[in-house]
Each structure stands twice: as structure tokens, then as C-alpha cells.
């Protein structure tokens, strides 16, 4: 990892604790390896186990074949593995960790942030007080998230650490996905609405959390986004391929409703795109999470799968090759 | 009340309510009344009782002694009531309420967004995404109110209403105000620092929430927002005055804290303030309370009142001379 990943991750005393997880072990700052140097330490240590950032340089295909046959786990502590690990590796049995769902709550925080935002127009009156000399007159509106109807696409980590969150303000809360038991919605108290169209009609305000798969690329068009109430808001905090992104933005400059966005189909956003300027729409620039200072959680996460690594437990959330297939 | 007031306090079936429990009445448009054709209808009609709004013209100082001997309440629907009635109309007894507290969980929403976007930047972010063509790089601070510590200036309504939306954050939550017996911060599960300063040095977010008094005037002031600890958060949805401004902003300018603010000491906030511009501070024109959505909760609250006077009960939250002094 790097030294700004090391002090980010491992505060406090988690890096004491990481080294003695994984004793004998050897910390080295992955920005001064080469792709060759990080080859050859790899040679020279063949380690068991390999923590890692998103400095680490990516592993080559014949790790475990030719260059570390002993790595059985890798611990990564962000979360996008595939810059890192080759499918093969996987495929080869290499036991592989991410942060996973200990930053979900850090996302769903940043969603509550963004439908708060879109009730009060935040983009709008950062841009009119900042820029424009704006004040408010007899005719602005505002709204409030209390008691509001609040749809939640998708029911994973996200959804569900949205709860808590939302709840002081409203018990108005549904869900939709597919494939979860009714049981799970119960457990939960929320309701699960027939379809998405229903999804999209009976709330005020719908949150994208739902994750990215082929079908679903675009599932949020112009239908479903023109379903949504006059004056209601629409939120994304998962991926940005999950919404026709030219139908959002027409319907946000027709002020129908509001829009905050986290996430884009093209990240970073391109400098000339059109969301850009449209004060309808709160951008955020993909910050969802984890914030800097939780980055402690996913260093939790990682150091307890570690725990159950060399107690030989099953560590929670390995990425499988769905999960690998899935991820960005 | 005009007719705009009315659509928006007086939703769903509370006109009709309203009608029913102050029958015979007459509804009248505020904004077809003249000064001289408001007094004309008030020596008319000499109500016992007078629903207004924002665009109630004033009631004459002589009023009760001479106008309209009759009027015992006047119950107005918003809240600032020092331009509808002069201060000797409550000396001479006359009962007068306003929204006072059925608002005050829209502002503490309003602390609450001002205080997520300070943890991610908003201001500087609208900006950047907007206007700049920016995204975020490989040194970007975010913040987020998990585990934070979170400091409360006052313990009146706003404060109460601010718990329950910030328990699911943190359970670290303190407050600091004069005059108000243990027990009560112990019935709400918060603590009460020793003092001020400790209020500001020992808290990661500091939320003004306290009632603006001629002795509290910029109580606020360079060293207090000096105590405040670096990567902090000041939000103020209260009064600005509390608040030294040219101080907040120094501090603001040097990037040391994140600011939020909803209110400040002269508003409409003059076009060349120099707060405008500060992308350290998130800038809201006082929307805290109500939302244009959440007028029906000011109604409930007036139609409540009505009800017990109509039953000769106590009504709840009368302006006392006191509450009126201490208004703005």
C-alpha cells in the first residue's frame, strides 16, 4: 500500500494490528515499486497472504503458477479488484476480499445527502447566492423529506443502511428488486412495490441503489424517470449506466423534477457534458464512499476477514466470479 | 390570509375545518385590502377572533381601544409577528400564537443537510462540477458524520428536533445553553458540556441553534470558532447575529472549518457580502423552516389552538412579552 493509503486505512493502532495478524510480514511502499521490482518482490517473498491498495501494482496472470505459487488470499482494502487481480486468478482459486458492504452506510449517507439536497434545490442556491446575488422571494418553494413516499431501487447493503437514515423523517418507504424473499422485506419493514413502474409512479422521491448488470443498462429511461410525480426527485448513487442519462437530463432542465447524482455512465465526467450547468441536478463528483475519515471501516472489514483467514474461518463477502463479473 | 397562504397552510380539508371551528366567519383575500379598507372591515366585523398570515395587513396600536373592541386572539399562521401586532396589544391582553414550534423539525432537516454537505463539501463541489469542468483526484478530503462528534449551541425545539436525526449517525452528541435543569438533557440522552468553549473545542460539528438575546450577540465570535478543531464543521440555522460574520468568514477563507448557513445578520444577504464567493461555506436564503410542503404543519398547529380556545383551555405556545422581544 502506500504510505497516504497506510495512514488513510490503518489509523490508529490498526496497523499494529495488521502486523501481527499476518506475522512474519514486510510492509512496502507500493509507490516505489516498478511493475518489474513488484514481480520480483513477489518472487523473492512469495507470500501467503497480500494486503493491498489501489497503489499496489496489478498481479500478472502467472502468479500462482510461476511467480508466488503460496498466495492464497488477497486482502484488498478498496474495492474495485480488477485493476489488481485477473480473472484467472480467481478462476484459479485465489481467495479475494474487498471492502464490500463496511462502506455502505458511508453511500447511503451521501443518498440522504442528495434527496435533502434536491428538496431544497442546493445546487440551485449554491449557484444564485454564490454567483448571482440571489435571495429568495414569496414564490420559492422548498420542500422537507417528512413524510414523504420513498422509493428505493434495489434492496443490497446500500438500501438497507439507507433505512435507519430515513426513517426519523418518514415511514413511507418502499423498495423493488428482484429475486429477494418476501421475507426479507418483512424483516426490514419495508414494502416491496408490484414493478418498477409502480416504483417510480408512488413516490416522491426514488434513490438508485440498485446494482449494475448487463440488463439493467438504461433500465431508468425515459418511461420510468417520466413516472415520477411532478416536483419529485430522483437520486443515484450506484452507477450512472443504470440511467439513460440524455432522458434524465431533459426531464431535470424541464424542472419536473429534481436530480442529484453521484454517479455517471463515464467517469470522471467529461469537462463538456451537459448535466454540467443544469441547476436541477446536485453533482457530487462519485464521493458516495467511504468518506476519508471511515476509510477505518473498510481497515476493520479487511482486518477481521484476516482474523478468520488464519483461524481458517470463511472470511465474509469473497468476491466470487459473479461478483468479480459485476464489479467496475 | 391571500389566497396563496391559504392553498398552502390550509391543504387538504383544513379550510373547511378551519371554517367550522370559528364559525360564522368571513374569509377574506389579504391582498385586496388597503391599510384604510382593513381597519374599515375591522370596525365592520369586530371579531373575537382574527386568522392571519404573512400578508395580514398590521393591526392598529388602537386596535382594542377603539377599532375592533371585541378581539380576544389572534391566531397567525407563520411566524414572525411583530409586524402584524404592535407590542401594547399584548400588553393590554390581547392572546396571540404563531407557528413557534410545529416548524422546528424542518430546520433541524435543514441543520441536518447543512451539515452532511459541509462533511462533503457541496458549495466548492457545485462549483466545481457546474462551472469548473472539475472532478475529484486522488487527494480529496470527504467527511461524513458517522462517529462524529456532534456539538449543539441551545436546547430549545430545533435542538430537541435535531436528535432523533442525527442518532443515527452518532450517539456523541452534546449541547450547551443556560437555564435549563439537568434532567431535561438527561431525558433526551444528551450532555451538556461545561461551557461554551468546550461546546466548540471538544465537538467536530458545532450546530447554532440558540435564541438570539441582546446578551448573545455575536456571541459567536473569533475565539470560539477558533476552538473549533481542524476539518471541522460550523452550521448556524438559528439567527446570524449570534454570530461574528467578518470573524466566521476568516476562518471560513483559511479553510481551517466548513461553514453552513441558512441566516444571516442582515437579510436578504447583501449582494456584495463577502460570505458570496467563500466556496468554504454553503449558502442557503433562510429556508429553513417551514417548507413550502410543510405550511399544513403551521396549520395543524393553528387549528389546534383555535380548537382550545374555542374550549376555553389554555392554547399552546402564546407570545408572551418576553417570546415578543426576544423575536425578530
Redesign the interface.
Known amino acids: 500500500m502506500s504510505q497516504?493509503e497506510i495512514e488513510t486505512f490503518l489509523v490508529e493502532d490498526r496497523l499494529e494490528a495488521l502486523k501481527e495478524l499476518i506475522a512474519p510480514c514486510r510492509v512496502v511502499d507500493a509507490e516505489s515499486c516498478t511493475e518489474e521490482s513488484w514481480v520480483e518482490l513477489l518472487k523473492e517473498t512469495n507470500p501467503r497472504i497480500l494486503v493491498a491498495g489501489w497503489k499496489t501494482k496489478p498481479l500478472p496472470a502467472n502468479t500462482r503458477t510461476e511467480i508466488a505459487p503460496a498466495l492464497d488470499y488477497v486482502c484488498y482494502m478498496p474495492g474495485s479488484v480488477r485493476k489488481l487481480v485477473p480473472r484467472e486468478l480467481i478462476e484459479q482459486g485465489l481467495l479475494v476480499t474487498n471492502w464490500s458492504s463496511s462502506i455502505s452506510?458511508?453511500v447511503a449517507?451521501?443518498a440522504?445527502?442528495l434527496s435533502?439536497?434536491c428538496?431544497?434545490r442546493?445546487?440551485y442556491?449554491?449557484?444564485?447566492?454564490?454567483?448571482q446575488?440571489?435571495?429568495?422571494n414569496?414564490?420559492?418553494?422548498?420542500?422537507?423529506?417528512?413524510d414523504r413516499r420513498i422509493g428505493i431501487h434495489g434492496f443490497g447493503a446500500v438500501a438497507k443502511a439507507l433505512l435507519?437514515?430515513l426513517?426519523?423523517?418518514t415511514d413511507k418507504i418502499s423498495t423493488y428488486t428482484e429475486g429477494v424473499p418476501e421475507e426479507v422485506f418483512e424483516a426490514y419493514g419495508v414494502r416491496q412495490e408490484k414493478d418498477l413502474e409502480k416504483l417510480f409512479s408512488e413516490n416522491d422521491v426514488v434513490i438508485e441503489a440498485e446494482a449494475l448488470t448487463p440488463e439493467r443498462e438504461k433500465i431508468v429511461g425515459e418511461k420510468l424517470l417520466g413516472l415520477i410525480p411532478k416536483g419529485g426527485s430522483f437520486v443515484n448513487v450506484a452507477r450512472g449506466a443504470l440511467v439513460d442519462e440524455e432522458a434524465l437530463l431533459a426531464i431535470a432542465e424541464r424542472g419536473d423534477i429534481q436530480v442529484g447524482l453521484d454517479v455517471y455512465t463515464i467517469?470522471?465526467?467529461p469537462?463538456?457534458h451537459a448535466f454540467?450547468?443544469?441547476?436541477n441536478i446536485?453533482?457530487?463528483?462519485?464521493?458516495g464512499g467511504?468518506?476519508?475519515?471511515?476509510r477505518r471501516d473498510a481497515a476493520d472489514h479487511s482486518l477481521e476477514n484476516l482474523r478468520l483467514f488464519q483461524n481458517n474461518q470463511p472470511v465474509t463477502e469473497p468476491i466470487t466470479l459473479d461478483v468479480y463479473d459485476r464489479s467496475t
Not at 446575488?133 to 429568495?136: A, E
Not at 454540467?276 to 441547476?279: D, V, Y
Open positions: 497516504l452506510r458511508t449517507e451521501c440522504l445527502l435533502l439536497a428538496m431544497r442546493v445546487a442556491w449554491s449557484h444564485q447566492m454564490h454567483d446575488g440571489g435571495w429568495k414569496g414564490t420559492t418553494v422548498t420542500q422537507s423529506l417528512f435507519p437514515l426513517r426519523p423523517f467517469e470522471p465526467l469537462e463538456d454540467r450547468g443544469c441547476r446536485v453533482l457530487l463528483p462519485h464521493l467511504p468518506s476519508t475519515d471511515r
